[in-house]
């Protein structure tokens, strides 16, 4: 059975695919990939574990911070999404985005390979074409 929130996901999944692979081919500005269209080039990237689409969607000094935490920016953002969510397969099931503005907010079930998995709650911004900041929630 698909659920109207596998369809919206499935929806938001496409369209920022084609953004991102169709734009160069048709010569769309870069600011044309939207902050939900980033983010969820960004998801479709966890579920596949690909690395390589996940790190340019991230501005360089991009940060991430658990709650209230420590942040983590520029390299150290980095090495945390290499161990955390590379390294460790994370990914969110049945992803929702909810967009106001320039964040994006990702609820679901996160999982990654070691086993781990609870309720995904992230906190994203855009800023021009990249993230610049991912909160757990």
Same mark, same amino acid.
């Given at each position: 059975?698909?659920?109207?929130?596998?369809?919206?996901?499935?929806?938001?999944?496409?369209?920022?695919?084609?953004?991102?692979?169709?734009?160069? +081919?048709? $010569?769309?500005? !870069?600011? *044309? #990939?939207?902050?939900?269209?980033?983010?969820?080039?960004? &998801?479709?990237?966890?579920?596949?574990?690909?690395?390589?689409?996940?790190?340019?969607?991230?501005?360089?000094?991009?940060?991430?911070?658990?709650?209230?935490?420590?942040?983590?920016?520029?390299?150290?953002?980095?090495?945390?999404?290499?161990?955390?969510?590379?390294? +460790?397969? $994370?990914?969110? !099931?049945? *992803? #929702?985005?909810?967009?106001?503005?320039?964040?994006?907010? &990702?609820?679901?079930?996160?999982?990654?390979?070691?086993?781990?998995?609870?309720?995904?709650?992230?906190?994203?911004?855009?800023?021009?074409?990249?993230?610049?900041?991912?909160?757990?929630?």
């Amino acid at each position: 059975m698909i659920r109207t929130a596998d369809v919206l996901t499935r929806r938001h999944l496409l369209q920022a695919a084609t953004a991102l692979v169709c734009a160069p +081919a048709f $010569g769309w500005a !870069e600011d *044309a #990939a939207t902050p939900e269209a980033l983010v969820a080039e960004l &998801v479709a990237a966890m579920a596949e574990n690909d690395g390589a689409r996940m790190e340019p969607l991230f501005a360089q000094n991009a940060s991430q911070a658990y709650g209230s935490g420590r942040v983590r920016s520029g390299d150290a953002f980095r090495s945390w999404l290499q161990s955390d969510i590379i390294n +460790a397969n $994370g990914r969110v !099931e049945n *992803a #929702a985005l909810a967009v106001d503005g320039n964040t994006v907010v &990702v609820t679901g079930r996160y999982r990654n390979a070691n086993g781990y998995s609870s309720d995904a709650d992230f906190l994203f911004t855009v800023e021009g074409n990249q993230i610049t900041n991912w909160i757990v929630r």
